[in-house]
Structure formats: structure tokens, C-alpha cells
């Protein structure tokens, strides 16, 4: 008989780039399903993270590990950010704005991995980065409504969060860094509380979408997504996930007809572009021509 997973051991390099993928692509159906969702931004982020963490406390149970050190409690209140601040960017701007406006996050882990958790940045990490940049300059130039403006702002917000989130996350490699998933999914839970009884609550079909969110979209996927950290380089972590920046808006095109303005197409490119190039790089290398920068 097969014994559990104990979430200490790293996996192989191959099986954490195919939880990644997972992950991105479970990650990917997010924009669909919570624009599917009528009601308040911050209730749909505390009900889908509310569900979230019943699902990873079911799958890992007590084998997730509390040591409320700094770095897993400054982590959970990253992957809180990270979470609501994408819903919110969600419903105020389009789909593709939120999702490449949060791959922003390389960003801030060459700004600032090597001083927390040694991993250095290279020339060629620095030009995606210059080019990520310019990319997310285009989209606030496209369609400058008040709405669209507080929702590319979200959008930038939650791209900082999931890239000091990932950092922490990074840092507990040895540890248990699916436990600062389930506690910032309980962070979420509760600062959403309030609004879930403001408002009306969603029909059958918009309680059957919050479902997939939280059991699928963020619960399953943040558990593999954790374990392919132990194995995986932070800045691998964020850039190698292309899929689900490309199909988080391709759905949302499909069922809902949501198109982005023009500029923010150019900059989606850019950002696509860089971080593709990146991932194809990453990806050819052989392992032994990757150091360990931790």
C-alpha cells in the first residue's frame, strides 16, 4: 500500500513543471467563472477562499504545518492579497487586463529575490522583466474609465502580492508551504464575511461556479502548485505557468464575448512574448545546467 504524500519531500524536477502546468490551467477557468457570479467582489473572494481552505484541510489534513513564523504569516496575508485583489480586478476590467496585470509578479521577485531567499537575478530575467513592464504601462492607456482604472489598479496589486506570496512560499521549501495557503485562504474567508450579507445572494448557477472555484481553481491547484515550489526556482515559479494568462481570457472571449481594448492586446503581447520566451529557455535547459540559487 502506497503511503501518503507527506509535503516535506520535494519531487522531481519533471513531475513540479507538470504541477505547474496543472495549476496554470486549473487557475486558467477564473476569469469565466467569476464574472458567471453575481455578487459583491469581496464576497465571491471570502466564499471562494472559505471553500478553498475546507478543501485543502480535507486533502492535507494534519499534515499541513503551523509554525507561525513571519515569513508563513506575511505569506498568507500575500496570498490574501493576491486572491481578492484578482477578483476585484476581475469585475471592474476585462479578464485579460486581470490576469497579465497579475504576471506582472516577476517583477517584483528579481527586484527583490536574491535579498530574500538568495536566488539571483540574471540579464536575461531582467529583460523580461523591462518588457513585462512597458506591457503593463499599454493597459493603463486602454479604455480610462474610473472603473477600469481601479481595476487595472487591483490588477497591479494583486501581481505585488503574488510576487511577494511566491517569495515566502520560496522560502519555506523545506517546510510546509501549503499551510500559508490555507491560512491566507481563511484570511480571505473572513475580511469577505461582511459582504456576503450586503447584497443578494447568487442564484443555483452562481453557487455551483463558486464551487469550482474554490474546490478546483484555487483549492486543488494551490496544493500542487505548493508542492511544485519545493522542487522549482521562484522566478520558474510564476514565468514557466504561461497557460493560464493565454486561456484565462480566451474563455471568457468564447462564453462571454469579452474583448480587450487595442492597446492592452499590445501589451498582453509583450507580456505573453517575454514570458514565453522565457519558459521555452527555462525548459530546454537540462537540470544540471540550472545552478540551485537558493
Known amino acids: 500500500m502506497s503511503q501518503p504524500y507527506d509535503w ?8 513540479a513543471l507538470i504541477f505547474l502546468i ?16 453575481i455578487w459583491h467582489p469581496m464576497a465571491i473572494a471570502g466564499m471562494r477562499s472559505a471553500l478553498a481552505a475546507l478543501t485543502i484541510y480535507i486533502i492535507a489534513g494534519r499534515r499541513v ?12 496575508f500575500a496570498y490574501a492579497g493576491t486572491v481578492t485583489f484578482f477578483v476585484v480586478a476581475t469585475k471592474l476590467t476585462t479578464a485579460a487586463n486581470a490576469v497579465l496585470l497579475q504576471y506582472t509578479a516577476p517583477v517584483y521577485i528579481a527586484i527583490f529575490g536574491y535579498r530574500f531567499i538568495r536566488e539571483r537575478t540574471a540579464r536575461v530575467d531582467w529583460l523580461v522583466v523591462a518588457v513585462t513592464l512597458c506591457g503593463m504601462v499599454l493597459f493603463f492607456f486602454d479604455d480610462l474609465t474610473a ?18 506570496l511566491i517569495l515566502c512560499m520560496r522560502k519555506q521549501k523545506d517546510g510546509s508551504p501549503v499551510a500559508t495557503v490555507l491560512l491566507g485562504n481563511v484570511i480571505t474567508a473572513l475580511a469577505g464575511l461582511p459582504f456576503m450579507f450586503g447584497s443578494p445572494l447568487p442564484d443555483w448557477a452562481g453557487w455551483g461556479a463558486l464551487a469550482v472555484l474554490g ?10 502548485y505548493s508542492i511544485a515550489l519545493k522542487t522549482v526556482t521562484a522566478l520558474e515559479a510564476v514565468l514557466i505557468p504561461v ?31 517575454s ?20
Open 243 to 273: 497557460i493560464e494568462p493565454l486561456f484565462n481570457p480566451l474563455w471568457v472571449l468564447l462564453f462571454l464575448g469579452e474583448i480587450p481594448g487595442p492597446r492592452s492586446i499590445i501589451g498582453a503581447l509583450l507580456i505573453l512574448g
Open 275 to 294: 514570458i514565453t520566451f522565457y519558459s521555452l529557455l527555462k525548459t530546454i535547459q537540462s537540470p544540471r545546467d540550472i545552478p540551485d540559487r537558493v
Open 8 to 15: 516535506v519531500t520535494p519531487v522531481n524536477r519533471k513531475k
Open 22 to 37: 496543472m495549476a496554470s490551467f486549473l487557475w486558467s477557468i477564473g476569469g469565466l467563472f467569476i464574472k458567471l457570479i
Open 215 to 224: 474546490i478546483f481553481q484555487l483549492g486543488i491547484s494551490y496544493i500542487i
Open 65 to 76: 504545518r503551523f509554525n507561525w513564523s513571519p515569513v508563513q504569516v506575511g505569506g498568507a
Open 147 to 164: 472603473g477600469s482604472f481601479w481595476g487595472n489598479g487591483s490588477g497591479v496589486l494583486s501581481g505585488f502580492s503574488f510576487g511577494l
